[in-house]
């Protein structure tokens, strides 16, 4: 049975680590350079933005088995992103989640 979302159930998602710091690109694969989106709701839609607000990368979570999603730090094109503060908006359903997240990345 399906359990709607609420703002309220919404308010526990954040991300992990915060900030994040990405090392030189030689230390580790690209594959473990993540961020990972914790206490999601079975299905929910995450959007990243810069501080700007242009759209990042969007991120579809439909897991009954994982509270959790990863991104890959990664923009539409494929591209590492740049350093600096990213607003992810977290939506399930009508409820709805705003966040911020830094990102300090060395290898740029």
Known sequence: EDIAATDASLAAVHTVPDPYYVTNGYEVTAESKVIKFVNLPEQAIIRIY?????????????????????????????????????????????????????IVNFAN
């Open 50 to 102: 810069t501080a700007s607000g242009v759209l990042v990368n969007v991120i579809e979570h439909n897991n009954s088995l994982s509270s959790e999603a990863t991104w890959s730090l990664r923009n539409r094109n494929n591209q590492i992103v740049a350093s600096g503060v990213y607003f992810y908006h977290v939506e399930s359903g009508s409820a709805r989640k705003v966040g911020r997240m830094t």
